[in-house]
């Protein structure tokens, strides 16, 4: 097969498109539950979006991006309804409609110099995220997304949820690389005013009318066009509604604005702008924000000195700073409990050692999550835990090896998406920083340039460190900024840059097809192995089954469940050894016979046709581990009026412990109710048979070996019992009953469920708050699981950080 650059190119853009619609789809899907027209609103949008980039392709971006930082309050007053971050699918299907649009769509138009590395990201995510979600819902089983409620961590998280969660952390990468690709093949004109008139001057615009929002919030009443918890923390919420978020697009365009090159008027309404930027950004209260707008403004100050040759204030420059000065000495006066100052005077002095180990573990560690991240990144370093999972899995690993804490990321951008992604996954992601770390230290505009570039390169460079220490990329609004300065700045510092449409090198395409085989490679091996849903709950001890059911007359002792097409149970383990039966009762067997398959910890015990319903019976070791882990599968079901609502039967299938050998030979007898005899000729039944199976005891003795002796160190968890309370296989179950069974299922929502709102109508709640019935279950979760609802609304704290 000959090389073709062109095929490859649009084979790689079209792969990465086609994720991006994935992701959109099934985010838009789940969020019809909390809102009924989400799915035609975002497909209006995203129809919108491709008439405009056909016809007008500057001009409908100019459009899409008036509403990037409006978006909440504006849903909010036309929906009369709390937003919630899904909600932004809207703008996003707009935006995707333009990418999808554009008459060269299958091409990638990034420079050359940084080709490789952006394409090489773009499609480790695109590829990445599916492969997640499938391994999530635990392969083939499609129904744990809406049939079965199992929760995918100890803290909650349906697969639904999780898998929502995923696909919009692959929008935030894929909508703002594709963004960037499309500035460099419709805003690259030798005019450098195209870029500022359709592209940055809407969102500044938008920017500076939300700074102005976020200040009368701040100096006159802070519930006007707010919501979540942020009046109650005297904290303003800007046209985001997320005080955190916009603080750092106020940050951003504090420094941003005085990149616009014009004439005096111009220059003196970029100043005002900034001016209102900061104060909006004061009013947020956003410490960070406060970090990067101070960082912001030291390259301006540098490329001021250079070009001015030395201080040089004139007669109107001390006026505009005297009257700055006392605006500033006036807001900390008369609003003396607001802004960032305020919640600084809470952090810990430095006049001992104390006040510098907060700092250091402040920027390092907070609340164990650094530690966690760089303990899982030791754990899974090749390709990592699974992109979007380390908010539940890393709030989830904190609070088996040291205490309860909310889903939060990594506390650092580049270490959040190593223990996501892995070395390989973030290959393309490392590569290009470095590139673009090294490409803003060597550029900084010529003449007239200087200062602009400054402003921009001051930008760039607070949310770089605002990253070190915190997540400000979990909002889309600030990853299209970014994505934004990083293009205008570009188009400052190198005016000949040209519009470039190919491929890469065979070479190139040779290594980008080796680090993405090599990434997809491990995580389906790692998929398989500790990473899979219910072996993670067998070893982090929390309920995990579905597919499986309690009959309608249960026996007297022992376990026996009825099975669907394919069921998981993770079962408390009794004794070192499992005395397991299974057997079909299909009314046809004699006729078709049944294909049954049985794995208990991942050892298959059972893979045959079965002709009768003649128990088939086999023993397995399972050693001292606190959990096992039964799966079952067959090829056909059947239907038995007596089972509620007629449900599918695939097996029946009976287990219990034994710690005496010599009670396997009365295996057969042990189940009440089936009395039958097992004849050789029909199906042998298996005497005493190590299969292998030592428990999962294993697993844990490899946690501690990676663990070691730092600073979080495993827990008894590996040798103690479950202390959760027993629930329900399926909505309407007896507690009492499935307590025999040592089957734990909770019947009902899981924690991030009630506060995401992403499950059937039935089971909705518009808030949380307003529904006493949630509440009273979620009660039944314990105190802990109510500490995370109470302090964040998990979804909220997810996507504002």
């Known amino acids: 097969m000959s090389y073709s650059p062109q095929a490859l190119t649009q084979l790689s853009k079209l792969v990465v498109l086609a994720s991006m619609l994935g992701a959109l789809a099934f985010e838009t899907w789940q969020g019809r539950f909390n809102y009924p027209y989400l799915p035609t609103l975002t497909a209006l949008a995203a129809a919108i979006g491709v008439i405009g980039a056909r016809y007008r392709p500057q001009l409908a971006a100019a459009a899409i991006l008036a509403f990037a930082y409006w978006v909440p309050v504006l849903f909010v007053a036309a929906a009369s309804r709390p937003f919630l971050p899904p909600f932004f699918v809207i703008w996003s299907g707009a935006l995707a409609g333009l990418f999808l649009g554009d008459r060269h769509a299958l091409t990638w138009s990034y420079p050359t110099r940084w080709r490789f590395a952006l394409v090489l990201w773009a499609l480790a995510v695109a590829l990445g995220w599916p492969l997640i979600a499938y391994r999530e819902i635990d392969f083939q089983s499609f129904a744990l997304l809406e049939r079965y409620h199992v929760s995918n961590t100890g803290i909650g998280g349906s697969p639904t949820m999780i898998v929502a969660w995923m696909s919009d952390v692959a929008i935030l990468h894929l909508l703002g690389l594709l963004w960037f690709d499309w500035l460099f093949r419709h805003a690259i004109g030798s005019d450098l005013g195209d870029v500022q008139r359709w592209i940055a001057l809407p969102l500044a615009i938008g920017a500076t009318a939300g700074a102005a929002l976020a200040f009368y919030q701040g100096a006159v009443d802070l519930g006007f066009r707010s919501g979540g918890v942020w009046p109650s923390m005297g904290r303003a919420a800007g046209s985001l509604l997320d005080a955190n978020a916009f603080g750092m697009i106020a940050a951003l365009w504090s420094a941003g604005l005085l990149a616009f090159i014009g004439g005096r008027r111009a220059r003196m309404l970029s100043v005002a702008g900034a001016l209102l930027c900061w104060a909006g950004l004061w009013m947020t209260g956003s410490r960070t924000a406060l970090l990067a707008g101070f960082v912001g403004l030291a390259p301006i100050g540098v490329a001021a000195l250079r070009e001015g040759g030395g201080w040089r204030v004139g007669k109107r420059e001390l006026v505009g700073g005297g009257f700055a000065l006392a605006a500033v000495v006036a807001v900390l006066l008369v609003l003396p409990s607001k802004g960032p100052l305020n919640r600084l005077r809470y952090m810990p002095t430095f006049a001992g050692d104390a006040g510098y180990d907060w700092l250091i573990n402040e920027f390092w560690d907070r609340s164990s999550y650094g530690g966690a991240a760089a303990k899982m990144i030791l754990s899974h370093p090749a390709a990592g835990i699974g992109i979007g999972l380390f908010h539940m899995m890393g709030a989830d690993y904190i609070r088996v090896h040291l205490h309860m804490v909310p889903p939060d990321n990594a506390q650092n951008w580049w270490r959040h998406n190593m223990v996501e992604m892995g070395i390989a996954g973030a290959a393309g992601l490392l590569a290009w920083s470095v590139l673009f770390t090294i490409f803003l230290i060597r550029t900084s505009g010529d003449a007239d340039r200087r200062l602009p570039a400054a402003a921009l390169k001051g930008a760039l460079i607070a949310i770089g460190l605002a990253s070190l220490i915190g997540m400000p990329a979990q909002s889309l609004p600030v990853v299209i900024t970014f994505w934004t300065f990083a293009f205008w700045y570009t188009r400052l510092v190198d005016p000949n840059t040209t519009p470039s449409s190919g491929g890469l090198r065979p070479v190139a395409w040779l290594a980008i097809v080796v680090v993405i085989a090599g990434y997809l490679g491990l995580t389906v091996v790692e998929a398989r192995r500790s990473l899979r849903p219910p072996l993670r709950a067998a070893s982090g001890d929390w309920p995990y089954s579905y597919g499986m059911y309690e009959p309608p007359v249960p026996p007297a002792e022992g376990a ?71 799966e079952t599968e067959v090829d056909r079901t059947w239907r038995n009026s007596q089972a509620e609502h007629e449900r599918e039967i695939g097996l029946v299938i009976s287990w219990k412990f034994v710690h005496n050998p010599t009670e396997v030979g009365r295996a057969s007898g042990s189940f009440p109710g089936d009395d039958r005899v097992v004849e050789e000729g029909e199906q042998t039944l298996v005497e005493a048979v190590d299969v292998g199976v030592h428990g999962l005891h294993e697993v844990c003795d490899v946690a501690r070996q990676v663990v070691g002796s730092g600073s979080l160190q495993p827990s008894a968890l590996c040798n103690r019992r479950p202390e959760m309370n027993v629930r329900s296989l399926e909505a309407g179950g007896d507690d009492e009953k499935l307590q025999r069974l040592g089957v734990q299922r909770p019947d009902m929502r899981d924690v991030a469920d009630v506060a995401l709102e992403v499950r059937h109508p039935a089971r909705r709640v518009d808030r949380f708050q307003d529904d006493r019935r949630a509440w009273t279950q979620l009660r039944k979760r314990g105190v802990q699981q109510l500490h995370q609802i109470g302090r964040l609304e998990v979804l909220d704290n997810l996507q504002g950080g």
Not at 583 to 589: G, I, K, S
Not at 605 to 617: A, C, E, G, Q
């Open 560 to 630: 026996t469940l009825w099975t669907e097409r394919r069921g998981v149970a993770v079962v408390p383990v009794g004794g070192p050894s499992m005395i397991l039966t299974a057997r079909a009762e299909h009314p046809d067997l004699a006729q078709h016979p049944v294909r049954a398959l049985v794995r208990v910890n991942g050892q298959t015990v059972v893979d045959m046709k079965l002709y009768t319903n003649t128990p088939v019976v086999r023993k397995i070791e399972v050693g001292s581990g606190p959990h096992a882990v039964i």
